[in-house]
């Protein structure tokens, strides 16, 4: 039989717009939370992270912010670009369980020049 | 800093060979991970070690798959004997405790 891929949530939005991706994770017992960013034929690559004592965190360009109330994380690109296309993967770390990360399936942003 | 480095880049082999994935982790970093990238299950750790010592094995497949790390700059991913459901791209990541984890560029393998 043909087999069937993961069929990632995707984004498309215009060049100079703001993006917003979202992730709920799954265990409340998480405190640190970390933002991939992969391109095709590499690696994922770590654009930022948050720790549980916070709710928002600002980097370059990006924000995120993280409502441990309904376990809900959240990455904001301000003025998308199209050197921002990838695949937006969200991870969260257990407290207890050193560190092993769980990733969401990812989101695929889009960015139409 | 040269990140993590991973070898060979691309494998192609037949079932049935031993297939030997190899990662040399950031300098300092003191945990190392192994996953597997496909599109059917997307992103799943295999293994992981803390100073050289395997903590979590619960994603290996199954006895073909095994991992070692004989010391701080070095570990191997085997696959003995490969099939073709096999075929994916691995991934090597070191952190230093509870931080972010950095990858590698990725071995893609392919079982024929």
């Known amino acids: 039989g043909e087999s069937v891929g993961l069929h990632l949530p995707t984004l498309s939005v215009q060049e100079g717009d703001n993006s917003i991706i979202n992730c709920a994770y799954s265990n409340s017992a998480s405190d640190y939370f970390i933002w991939y960013k992969q391109e095709s034929g590499k690696g994922p690559q770590f654009i930022i992270d948050i720790r549980s004592n916070m709710d928002k965190r600002q980097g370059q360009r990006v924000t995120v912010l993280l409502n441990k109330t309904v376990k809900h994380l959240s990455l904001q690109i301000a003025a998308t670009q199209p050197g921002d296309s990838a695949v937006y993967f969200c991870?969260?770390?257990?407290?207890?369980?050193?560190?092993?990360?769980?990733f969401g399936q990812g989101t695929e942003l889009s960015v139409k020049p | 800093d040269a990140g993590v480095i991973q070898s060979p880049r691309h494998e192609v082999t037949e079932m049935g060979q031993e297939v030997t994935l190899r990662c040399k982790p950031i300098?300092?970093?003191?945990?190392l991970f192994w996953y597997r990238q496909t599109m059917m299950r997307g992103l799943e750790l295999l293994i992981y070690f803390n100073n050289n010592v395997p903590i979590d094995d619960s994603g290996m497949p199954e006895d073909r798959f095994s991992a070692k790390m004989p010391n701080a700059s070095f570990s191997t991913l085997k696959i003995q004997p490969s099939e073709p459901r096999d075929s994916a791209v691995y991934f090597c990541?070191?952190?230093?405790?509870?931080?972010?984890?950095?990858f590698g560029p990725g071995t893609r393998l392919t079982v024929t």
């Open positions: 991870a969260e770390n257990i407290y207890n369980q050193g560190g092993k990360l769980i």
């Open positions: 990541a070191s952190s230093f405790s509870r931080a972010e984890q950095y």
């Open positions: 300098s300092g970093h003191n945990s």
